[in-house]
């Protein structure tokens, strides 16, 4: 993507227990290395180089996975709040002049660098506060959120029913959401076994 990496940062939710797949699901190794290294050399191929990473559960094992990467670690310290106590905690590490943030769970594969380009070229044209990638008609990831939008997510309690990012996008006129179709069938994706995550691998 051609801007600043204040413009581009993405956040990558890895705070979960990942109760499914019995262990942290960035951890899963993929052709030998943790996931969570696969996903952070996949942002980097799509030209994103500020990445902060949300941890929670299992917050010692990840750490010195991540160290060494060039990553931001923030951390939620009440991970059991869910996941939108988690997006809060990455997006209060933005930097000041960040003027969007993209939200990318760890369990979802980073799509290909055209998506990226698409939603940011869509966002911009449309000055919308979301956009997000779909795919046979379902919404997916990842999400980019203008900085305005990401400061009223920060203002909301984590336990209000609402506190929920996909309840928050479908409160927001409609001219102010961009939903964009997109081929890449990962914008979809939600990984739970390392079966899995080794299809994606790469």
Known sequence: MESSDQTHTV??????????????KGLIEVGGRPW???????????????????????????????R????????????????FSSLQSGLGSLDAGAVAAWVLPVDVPC????????????????GADAALPVHQGKGGHPVRLSRAFAGRLLELSPLEPE????????????SRVARV???????????????DFARYSG
């Open 11 to 24: 956040i990558l939710l890895a705070a979960g227990k990942s109760s499914r797949a019995g262990m942290p």
């Open 36 to 66: 969570v290294e696969c996903q952070i050399e996949a942002l980097r191929r799509a030209g994103i180089s500020k990445i902060i990473v949300v941890l929670g559960h299992h917050q010692e094992a990840y750490e010195p996975v991540l």
């Open 181 to 195: 179709e997109v081929e890449d069938p990962r914008v979809l994706a939600n990984l739970n076994t390392p079966d």
């Open 163 to 174: 506190a929920r990012l996909d309840h928050q996008i479908h409160q927001l006129p409609s």
């Open 111 to 126: 799509p290909a660098p055209e998506v990226w380009k698409v939603l940011e070229q869509e966002a911009r044209s449309r």
């Open 68 to 83: 060494g990467r060039g990553v931001t670690i923030a951390v939620n310290p009440d991970p059991e709040r869910g996941p």
